[in-house]
């Protein structure tokens, strides 16, 4: 059976995995969608770390619009769908999405405070701040966030960027897939090193 955008779902359940396995996010959760034409996503399915600690292929990525109706796969959506679709829906400028747990940036997240940037490597994307709480998986939560992003586009034209979700993890976007995985390891970058430099 033929798969539509293998090659996109390929690369989203690699990247899911690799992720996972630089403690990026957790069996907690974390998911991610990517815009792959117009009115057309790739989102991974709901449970991915729980249960399979996100080993995944190109069969378990579901294909929806932006009205998240599944157009191909057989899994559940992801409970935060309605936050990635909302985003690639209404900001061109992002492509993909990624809400993970990062292991050093999950303690900003828990203690509600931004991230300050002491890398050359968030320059461009200045501190990380935090987007306005809402409960999880709620639409109240992806309009919050969707509010975070909106007014960004110039800056997105130029870089990646990611918000807080406090208590809950971080929502990281780009142009591609490939910079919104660079967002978010280099945000926890400096997550690891506001940490540590107080102890040097």
Known sequence: MSISYYDERKNLAKTMKLLFDRKLTNAAGGNAAVRVDENRIIVTPSMMSEHKHCE???????LCDYDLN??????????E???????????????????????????????????????????????????????????????????????????????????LLPYHGT?????????????????ECDAKCNIFRKLI
């Open 171 to 187: 929502v990281a976007v780009g142009k591609s897939l490939e910079q919104a995985f660079s967002v978010v390891e280099r945000i």
């Open 70 to 79: 599944i157009i191909e796969g057989t899994g559940v959506l992801s409970r």
């Open 81 to 163: 769908c309605r936050m990635h679709a909302k985003l690639l829906k209404n900001i061109p400028e992002i492509n993909a999405v990624i809400h993970a747990h990062p292991e050093y940036t999950m303690v900003f997240v828990s203690a509600v405070k931004p991230i300050p940037s002491v890398t050359e490597a968030t320059q461009k994307m200045g501190d990380c701040q935090l987007i306005e709480q809402a409960k999880a998986y709620s639409q109240d939560l992806a309009d919050h966030v969707y509010d975070f992003f909106k007014d960004k586009r110039e800056l997105l034209k130029k870089t990646g960027l990611c918000g």
């Open 56 to 62: 995944i292929g190109p069969e378990d990525i579901l």
